[in-house]
């Protein structure tokens, strides 16, 4: 408060300078052709010099409500920051995380970090500081201790482009409990660490609080990595259940992953593909 006074204060002392200064060139205009030269060349410097000073004037207090936007901004991501590692240390008690180093049987592991991702598109997309010199390949998992992230969709030399799971293109097979159905789990196209998991049977009863896990199912993705919490439900269509998921990942802080690429893929979608022309 004392400094916008301070700087009002100046602006109102510059703005009475002017114009003095202006009623005396005007005087002195008018007295010879010399001094109209003169008076000329001295006006447009104090013209430049009056805009810089109202341009400077116009940045501080620009400034001031950018300040007050980076505030709120960080106010908002350090309260989502809290509740994603509240229900990660929740999750580890429960014995459902472990430690953030993952090893899974079958499967060939890099780890990565993410330089680049998207978080406000409904396409949601991340880059990786690793490529297929170092192991990288398409279609591979890509997850951290918290649950899943992604899937790499296309590798370079030293660079990796993947598609988040805030993407509304990208679906993965979800269990609900321990032996429970399985289903797609999406994004749920709203925040940043919901999901939904769709078509549940109707005779399949839950609690909310169960966790939901990978079913492992695809190819992708090793089975049981704990991926969050189901919450309320609703019937679709009268005949299967919708079930809000509370990710135990949260997209808000996201930095340092893991790359996982089944070491059978191959074989197994060769024998997929002998069962696809069979039936043909």
């Given at each position: 408060m004392v400094d916008e006074r301070k700087t009002w204060a100046k602006v109102i002392s510059t703005v009475v300078f002017i114009l003095m200064e202006?009623?005396?060139?005007?005087?002195?205009?008018h007295s010879g052709s010399l001094q109209d030269i003169w008076v000329t060349k001295a006006s447009h410097r104090v013209m430049a010099w009056v805009w810089g000073g109202f341009d400077s004037i116009g940045h501080y207090f620009s400034l001031r409500t950018e300040n007050e936007k980076l505030a709120a901004e960080n106010a908002m991501l350090t309260e989502s920051l809290r509740r994603s590692q509240d229900k990660v240390q929740k999750a580890m008690e429960n014995g459902l995380l472990t430690d953030t180093t993952m090893v899974f049987a079958g499967y060939d592991h890099v780890p990565a970090s993410i330089v680049k991702i998207s978080r406000n598109k409904?396409?949601?997309?991340?880059?990786?500081?690793?490529?297929?010199?170092?192991?990288?390949?398409?279609?591979?998992?890509?997850?951290?201790?918290?649950?899943i992230v992604g899937i790499v969709d296309a590798v370079e030399k030293h660079y990796s482009y993947g598609l988040?799971?805030?993407?509304?293109?990208?679906?993965?097979?979800?269990?609900?409990?321990?032996?429970?159905?399985?289903?797609?789990?999406?994004?749920?196209?709203i925040s940043m660490d919901g999901a939904v998991l769709r078509d549940i049977p109707l005779q399949y009863k839950y609690?909310?609080?169960?966790?939901?896990?990978?079913?492992?199912?695809?190819?992708?993705?090793?089975?049981?990595?704990?991926?969050?919490?189901?919450?309320?439900?609703?019937?679709?269509?009268?005949?299967?259940?919708?079930?809000?998921?509370?990710?135990?990942?949260?997209?808000?802080?996201?930095?340092?992953?893991?790359?996982?690429?089944?070491?059978?893929?191959e074989e197994i979608m060769y024998l997929e593909n002998l069962e696809n022309e069979g039936e043909e």
């Open positions: 202006i009623a005396a060139l005007s005087m002195l205009k409904q396409h949601n997309y991340f880059i990786l500081n690793k490529g297929y010199e170092d192991g990288v390949r398409p279609q591979s998992g890509v997850i951290t201790a918290s649950g988040s799971f805030m993407n509304t293109g990208v679906s993965i097979s979800a269990r609900l409990g321990n032996e429970g159905a399985v289903g797609p789990l999406t994004w749920d196209g609690a909310p609080g169960d966790t939901v896990w990978t079913s492992g199912s695809s190819i992708l993705f090793p089975p049981d990595i704990p991926l969050g919490i189901a919450g309320s439900s609703k019937v679709v269509n009268g005949a299967v259940n919708e079930i809000q998921v509370d990710l135990f990942q949260s997209f808000t802080a996201l930095r340092y992953v893991t790359v996982v690429s089944n070491a059978g893929r």
